[in-house]
């Protein structure tokens, strides 16, 4: 049976063997600290699993506009103008199956075959991936520990060639915990601006900043910037509702019609009861979101004081989102086999910084408890401490 050129360009995704390997060992019983995980561990919050429950017993259970129920479509666009200073109308939104199938959509309704889309690394492994599926050619613009994990205005304008038709940006980000400036973003919105390259703006860790950080949503900074951008954000993160699958879009009017259109005709509406839910979420108590925040800090700390202590590890204190990306290029290993050995000698599961463009580095996500960081971090101390 021959396999399409579109699906055998495709990498196998190493976040999930990883995370197969732990689990069998979890199943034979072996006592596994994980810190592979890519969602919150806190649970859905009440008041917006009730509204999906009211959803289904009230019949709520047929197709919707395949963008979206018109009132979640609005509570969005309200979101968008009280949190980020932006003015999508209701129009211009498009609910997902996710914020995965947001980005995906915004790249298949402007990229195709010649294309190229700048992606910093190390980046959320599923960027180049998409771009591929569209046909389009990723190029990657590698980061430093230096640089905070981020790409600076000049390093985007080195990769530009006249193929470049998008640049993507994750504030905060996955798996670098990186948060640009405004400062930052505007001189990168400057360079994407002369040359009318769009910005995929993925947002999705928006709600998860500390110390200082500010989120800036990239096409508030301009009226150029407003029209280049597509705003990428969604409900897993922020919510906990990573198994709901909702995400949404805003975007100028000719590239959201375009993405209704594939939507329409690829997956429909996202889950009717779910939207519910999603409503709920956004026009109910935010105290849950940022109870989670603060709960992520303190392990944030924890977890960087710890690791920061070890030696020939390095980090960067990240300052969004859950993760801390390691560095542990000094033990002269491969990130895979690094991770690896990890597992089996200590029974600690991190990410191998490979998935993410970055073979210098491990992730760790602290989505977990603090008991399980602080027995992790034991282990991991010690096996470093042997290697
Ligand atoms: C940077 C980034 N964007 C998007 C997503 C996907 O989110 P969703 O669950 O809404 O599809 C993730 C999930 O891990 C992510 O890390």
Redesign the pocket.
Known sequence: MSISSRANSLTPSLTLSIDSKAKAMKAEGIDICGFAA?EPDFDTPDHIKAACIEAINSGFTKYTPSSGIPELRTAISEKFSTDNKLDYKAHQIIVSN???QS?YNAILATCEPGDEVIIPAPY?LSYPEMVRLAGAEPVFVPTTEQSGWKMSAEDFENAMTPRTKMVIL?SPG?PTGAVYTREELEKIVEVAAEEDILILS?E?YEKLTYDDAEHVSVASLSPEAYNLTITVN?F?KAYAM?GWRL?YLGAPDSIAKAIDSIQSHSTSNPNSFAQKGALAALKGDQQPVSDMRDEFNLRRDYMFDRLSKIPNVTAVKPLGAFYILANISRFSLTSQNFADRLLSKANVAVVPGIAFGDDRTVRFSYATSIDIIKTGLDRFEEFCRSV
């Open positions: 890519g996710g914020a995965k980005c959320w994750n996955n993925d999705i969604g897993s990573t995400g």
